[in-house]
Nanobody, 121 residues
Framework: QVQLVESGGGLVQAGGSLRLSCVAS????????MAWYRQAPGKQRELVAL???????NYADSVKGRFTISRDSAKNTVYLQMNSLKPEDTAVYSC???????????????WGQGTQVTVSS
């Protein structure tokens, strides 16, 4: 089995910063893409940022220049540094990883349970 566990969410004032972490554990041979998604109340889930195994990155236009995604492959961990936060960044943030399992050598996509980020104005 593979698990993803996020941490680092919370309540912050507009203009503040938060750093999210997501650790993958279990039967992992390697991880390809890792990503952060978010879902605000009444809205569809959206991709916030993605990082490939080779550390290429993509960002949603709404977060470019404010958020930075990074990863530590040795620790199977992905981070999201969020600066200059705005009230519209309020959402549940979930991580996602394309994992090649050690036991089956098959690639599957796994999700974390999500962490709440609330930005007050």
């Amino acid at each position: 089995q593979v698990q993803l566990v996020e941490s680092g969410g919370g309540l912050v004032q507009a203009g503040g910063s938060l750093r999210l972490s997501c650790v993958a554990s279990g039967s992992i041979l390697s991880i390809n893409n890792m990503a952060w998604y978010r879902q605000a109340p009444g809205k569809q889930r959206e991709l916030v940022a993605l990082i490939t195994r080779g550390r290429s990155t993509n960002y949603a236009d709404s977060v470019k220049g404010r958020f930075t995604i990074s990863r530590d492959s040795a620790k199977n961990t992905v981070y999201l540094q969020m600066n200059s936060l705005k009230p519209e960044d309020t959402a549940v943030y979930s991580c996602n990883a394309d994992v090649i399992r050690r036991d089956t050598w098959k690639s599957l996509t796994y999700w974390g349970q999500g962490t709440q980020v609330t930005v007050s104005s």
